[in-house]
């Protein structure tokens, strides 16, 4: 049978650059003691009344047909917390509600770019960066995240890997695997860089509020680039909620009236019950996140601490988010054989780096969702599978 490109452009990019979660996963399901650090799901159980709000919307009747464009309370819900914390007035035009940060990327780079363009990402990016381009048929550009610049994105390296058929800066910030953080400065210098070749800055901030050290800055705070800048992120991270599926775009009035049909098209609206509980959270005073920062702060220290006796592996301190990097260059193997040895020798589960690009292949990503005790007996672990 014949299948449209988009299936080939996809086959090795979806669960594929999760395989070994995946493995551990059936592992776990035999009853192996496997430590699972893979994948970033928050092991902290959120908020009861969160849960609570759902299940009345629920009993409520709220299990109906929504709109194209998201529930009016839960929109302004989304407009009224950037209206806070970008600095200007957001409304409903400017938003539409998706089912995560995931699905709000695909419509977004789908509304915005095609296979006569190509897409620029800062590489280590996120693992489904890689599908989400490719299903567009655009070209992906990498935009080198160097280690001494603290994995932060620098304009001249993003000047530099520009061409004429670039459209779209996919922007990661607070940045996943690497856990860096732009200054105000070099989100300037991006931004003068996109109005320059005049690029969209598609900003996912997913981990806007996971932030340890420096301050999250958006492009969205710039009045001058507004007009180029569109926000994605959801409550998975904010509210430890990830399988609700729910979050949104934040952008100008233009796009957002350009996008609607586009996710129209594909959604036919999203979860009623789903979309109440969500502004439930946004309107709430929850100190979620800041508990669940706070742990990982705690850990991502213990594990450095407790790796400390093995110099052939190189922990980066991250400065926001749920994920640790180890360079593992000095035990001479990749990241990926790393991972792969350790799950089957030590039964400890990290992702291999080479899932977040070519410039991460050197290192392997711990996620920091699971209790002290677990991840310490993970890190002796570690440090006799590099003593062999
Ligand atoms: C950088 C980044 N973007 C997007 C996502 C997907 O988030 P959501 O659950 O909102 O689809 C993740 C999930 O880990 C992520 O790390």
Redesign the pocket.
Known sequence: MRYAPITDRLMKLGSEKWKLHFETRRLKALGEPVIELT??EPDLPPDRAILEALVSALYSGRTKYSYGRGEPDTLKAIADKYTKSRGYSVNEENVIYF???????FATLLGLVGQQDSVLVGDPY?A??EGLIAATGAKRLSVPLRQEHGFRMQAADLEREIRDDSRLLLL?NP???TGSVLSRSEVQAICRVCEKYNLWILA?E??ENLVYKGEFYSPLSEENYRNRVIS??????TYGV?GF???WVVGPEEFCKKLIALAETMLFGGVPFIADATAFALNSSSDFVDRMGASYVHRAKLIVDALAPSPQINPFLPSS?MFLLIDVAGTGMEGEEFAWKLLKNKKVAVMPGNSFGSNATSFIRVSLTVEDALLMEACKRINSFVKV
């Open positions: 994948i970033g089912p995560g940060t995931q699905t709000a990327i996120y489904t960066y990661n940045n996943n695997p996912d997913v981990y994605v992120a959801s409550v998975s991270k990830p599926r729910s979050g988010g």
